[in-house]
């Protein structure tokens, strides 16, 4: 679950890094949070934000518990430790599906998404696309590896042995 949780965080913030930090740098789109909420209700990936929160809380929570496990005042404050892991994604998930509704609420008719991400939207996505698929070869390159250092030390470990 660590390892999934790991793994799956870049690929869901790969869309949002693209979308706000490389479309700023490159284009001058200015990602406040009125207008980063507004591309995410216009282009209806608002879901895919809340899903950030899954992996990453998941991943750090479950690192965080390994450490923490052989301690006793963790196994003591075990019933609070795991309320707080219930509670804190819940509420952020609350806080931005109300910040969600304020954004619709101040606007009747949401805005057109920003004319430079319309006029860059292309290429935005060639970006996401490359490099979501560079990460997945990352991904398969070490795990190939891993496998190739496998098998060469197993044959070390069985010549030495005869």
């Keep these: 679950m660590r390892l999934w949780a790991g793994l799956s965080l870049p690929l869901l ?24 909420v507004n ?3 216009t ?33 003591r404050m075990k019933p609070v430790l795991f309320t707080s892991v219930i509670m804190l994604p819940l509420l952020s998930a609350v806080g931005f599906v109300r910040m969600m509704r304020t954004v619709e609420a ?8 920003d004319p430079k991400l319309i006029a860059h939207q292309l290429t935005l996505n060639a970006w996401r696309h490359d490099l979501v698929a560079l990460y997945l070869a990352l991904i398969v390159g070490a795990f190939v590896a891993g496998q190739l250092r496998n098998g060469i030390e197993r044959r070390r470990l069985r010549g030495s042995s005869i």
């Design 13 to 36: 913030l790969i869309r949002h890094a693209v979308t706000t930090r490389l479309a700023s740098s490159l284009y001058g789109f200015e990602a406040d949070y009125e207008r980063v």
């Design 39 to 41: 591309q995410l209700l």
């Design 43 to 75: 282009t209806g990936t608002q879901g895919l934000q809340l899903a950030l929160l899954a992996p990453g809380w998941i991943h750090g929570c479950l690192g965080l518990w390994f450490r923490l496990r052989h301690m006793r005042w963790a196994l």
């Design 106 to 113: 101040k606007r009747a008719i949401l805005a057109a998404p």
